[in-house]
Structures are given as C-alpha cells and as structure tokens.
C-alpha cells in the first residue's frame, strides 16, 4: 500500500509544465509566490487559534501574502484530517484541504495510502531525520517534551532527573497527566522514565519504566491521580509530568497562584512531534507549498514557539542566535532539548503495548 513513488515524481514533474498547476521542487521562491497568488487561497483543517500560536501564525502568513485562508474544522483530530482528504479528492473547491498538520503516526499512514504529495521546504537540513520522511511526504512542524511541572510554593527543592523523584522528600507529589493504560501522554512518561534508568536503550525503556512507577508508588511517591492544571494548584498532585507547552500555558493561566516551575529532565529528554504534509489532491499546490515555505521559515518556526510549542527548527535556531532573549526567557534552558529524543513508530508501538498490557502488574496503582 506504500505510495508509488515514481508515479508521485513524475505527475510532479508533468505538472510543473502545465498552467496553474504545481511548481517543480527547483521553483524559485518568487516564482512559487506568484503560482500562490494566481490560486489565490489556501485550505487548512484542524487548526485551533489557541494551539501553538496558530492565531497569529495563520494571520501572519495572510498579512505576508495576501491569500485568502479557508479554516476548516478547527477542533477536528488526526483521524478527521485524513477523511476530509479522502472524502475530497475531487473537489476543487474550500472544502477539499490543501494541508494536514496530524500526529507522527498518521504521516506515514497518509503516506502509504497515497494521500500526499512530496516536498522539501528550503530549511529541509535543519529538520532532525528522525522526524521527517526521507521523500519528503510529511515532516515534523513543531514538538513538546515531557517534563516536570511543579507547584513551587509546596515543592521547595525541584527535581532535576526522573530518579530524583523517587526522595523520601516527593512523597505523596507525582502524578501522570493521563492514564497510563490508555492515554498517549501518560505511555510516553512511563517510557521516558525507562528510558533514563535504561541508559538510552530503547529497546529496554518500557519495562525499565513500569519498573521505575513501580518503585514510586511503592515508596509512596506516586499519586494514582490524573494530574491537571487545578490538582496541581490544590496540592494534590504538586509534581505532574506532561508535555512542557501544556505546562507552560499553566504556569501562564495560573498567573503566580500558584509559582509553577517546568523543569526538563536532565536524561530521558522524549519528544512527541506532529508532523506537516500537503495533500496528494490539493486544490491549491502552489499556496500548500508556500504555507509550508513559511511554517518552516524562522519567522512560522518563531509563531509557533510563542504558543509553548517547540519549533523543529528549535535547536538549529537556538545555535544560530535566532530565537529572541524573550522568548528564551519564557522556556527552560534551551540545552536541556538538545538531548531530546524522537521515539520512531516502532519504538512507540512496543512501548506502548507493553506499557498499557504489563501497567497493573508492575505498578498496581489504578489512575483516575
């Protein structure tokens, strides 16, 4: 079911000779704004205004280019985007969308079931491997880390490493921010914690990591309660571990009551990364193109960092000098995500089913 590649290359390729359609790879940026600008609009879906800073993103790319933006389906999930595409494939009109913005998993799904069209955006080397596809069918727009989230007027000394959570002085402090058995931000915590016990080794990171919740709750550390914004700020679950744009949005919605620090472990450093693609029958080729062009700029990779969300371009960006000091100063350390690590498909798939089968064995604390 993999995409055929040679096909996808050469409609490409027949395309860049035909009036209005889809500008080669090799097109210039002034050429691929006039082929954008002829199509006059763009059609994007599943992208709440309050996500990432896609707000002022979607309105800085209108002001730059003067395209009309069609909006579909702001709260539609991973799954929904990838129907509109199905249910679409001959509509050339606003509801038919151009671009998909979906977890890792559904870029190579979308993939091999010929869905997209490939394209490599001009910052395409500062794109991590791990997080792109080779051909250039989806890449990875934007990632969080899991982190601690600490309420700092119960919490008086912060955890640095996942180990420190296991001190006689975090008893009765840590909760997942979901149900390890079912919810995709809690599978990754176990697994980032195995991961730090395991030295790296994926391979090992599930069941060092159920071995780990198992040691927490055994000391009394762990807290079977799903951790939120409000539990946090209650004190029953001073330390939560999430993804570090939910909490730094709290500590901002908390405003000071209470203090929240959001701390980077030092080791075990795991990305969840959504990822970008153009659809295979976009009604708009040349403006998808150029909206990924400007996702992919500094200027889309700054949009989305103002919303808490790490560009994938973070850490090239970050060296370069090209992040301003007040943004900078609004995240943790900017070193702490040059370990961060990208778990493939694969990788996910083990862990998960372990993590979610092997939890009530190893751990026997019921979240809820």
Same mark, same amino acid.
């Given at each position: 079911?993999?995409?055929?590649?040679?096909?996808g290359v050469?409609?490409?390729?027949?395309l860049?000779?035909?009036?209005?359609?889809?500008?080669?790879?090799?097109?210039?940026?002034?050429?691929?704004?006039?082929?954008a600008k002829?199509?006059?609009?763009?059609?994007?879906?599943a992208?709440?205004?309050?996500?990432? /800073?896609?707000? *002022?993103?979607? !309105? &800085?790319?209108k002001?730059? +280019?003067?395209?009309?933006?069609?909006?579909?389906? @702001? #709260?539609?999930?991973?799954?929904?985007?990838?129907?509109?595409?199905?249910?679409?494939?001959?509509?050339?009109?606003?509801?038919?969308?151009?671009?998909?913005?979906?977890?890792?998993?559904? /870029?190579?799904? *979308?993939?091999? !079931? &010929?869905?997209?069209?490939? +394209?490599?955006?001009?910052?395409?080397d500062?794109? @991590? #491997?791990?997080?792109?596809?080779?051909?250039g069918h989806?890449?990875?727009?934007?990632?969080?880390?899991?982190?601690?989230?600490?309420?700092?007027?119960?919490v008086?000394?912060?955890?640095?490493d996942?180990?420190?959570?296991l001190?006689?002085?975090?008893?009765?402090?840590?909760a997942?921010?979901?149900?390890?058995?079912?919810?995709?931000?809690?599978?990754?915590?176990?697994?980032?914690?195995g991961?730090?016990?395991?030295?790296?080794?994926?391979s090992?990171?599930a069941?060092?990591?159920?071995?780990?919740?198992?040691?927490?709750?055994?000391?009394?550390?762990?807290?079977?309660v799903?951790?939120?914004?409000?539990?946090?700020?209650?004190?029953?679950?001073?330390?939560?571990?999430?993804?570090?744009?939910?909490?730094?949005?709290?500590?901002?919605?908390?405003?000071?009551?209470?203090?929240v620090?959001?701390?980077v472990?030092?080791?075990?450093?795991?990305?969840?990364?959504?990822?970008?693609?153009?659809?295979?029958?976009?009604?708009?080729?040349n403006?998808?193109k150029?909206?990924?062009?400007?996702?992919?700029?500094?200027?889309?990779?700054?949009?989305?960092?103002?919303?808490?969300c790490?560009?994938?371009?973070?850490n090239?960006?970050?060296?370069?000098?090209?992040?301003?000091?007040?943004?900078?100063?609004?995240?943790?350390?900017?070193?702490?995500?040059?370990?961060?690590?990208?778990?493939?498909?694969?990788?996910?798939?083990?862990?998960?089913?372990e993590?979610?089968?092997?939890?009530?064995?190893?751990?026997?604390?019921?979240?809820?």
């Open positions: 079911m993999r995409h055929n590649l040679k096909r050469c409609a490409v390729a027949l860049s000779f035909l009036p209005g359609a889809a500008l080669a790879q090799t097109a210039s940026m002034d050429e691929l704004v006039k082929a002829a199509e006059g609009q763009l059609t994007t879906i992208l709440p205004h309050d996500w990432c /800073g896609y707000g *002022a993103v979607i !309105e &800085g790319f002001a730059k +280019y003067g395209l009309q933006v069609n909006e579909l389906n @702001p #709260d539609a999930g991973s799954g929904d985007e990838i129907e509109a595409i199905k249910a679409n494939k001959g509509n050339t009109g606003p509801q038919a969308p151009d671009v998909i913005d979906v977890g890792l998993s559904f /870029g190579p799904m *979308a993939k091999a !079931e &010929g869905l997209t069209q490939p +394209y490599k955006v001009s910052t395409w500062e794109i @991590p #491997d791990d997080a792109k596809d080779a051909e989806w890449y990875g727009d934007y990632y969080g880390v899991l982190a601690f989230q600490v309420n700092k007027d119960i008086e000394t912060m955890p640095q996942w180990a420190d959570l001190k006689p002085e975090y008893a009765n402090s840590v997942l921010a979901g149900d390890p058995r079912s919810a995709n931000q809690a599978i990754q915590g176990v697994y980032a914690a991961l730090s016990r395991a030295g790296g080794d994926a090992k990171a069941a060092e990591g159920l071995a780990f919740f198992g040691e927490l709750n055994k000391a009394g550390n762990f807290v079977p799903i951790g939120k914004s409000a539990s946090l700020a209650q004190g029953t679950t001073p330390i939560i571990v999430r993804w570090d744009y939910n909490a730094l949005s709290d500590r901002d919605t908390l405003k000071g009551n209470p203090q620090e959001v701390v472990p030092k080791t075990g450093v795991v990305a969840g990364v959504y990822v970008q693609a153009i659809s295979a029958f976009a009604p708009h080729p403006a998808a150029l909206w990924m062009e400007y996702l992919y700029s500094d200027e889309g990779q700054l949009g989305w960092l103002k919303g808490y790490h560009p994938i371009r973070f090239a960006m970050a060296k370069a000098g090209k992040i301003p000091q007040d943004l900078l100063d609004k995240l943790p350390p900017a070193a702490a995500y040059e370990a961060a690590v990208f778990p493939t498909l694969a990788e996910q798939e083990a862990s998960k089913k993590i979610t089968e092997k939890w009530d064995a190893a751990v026997g604390a019921n979240v809820q």
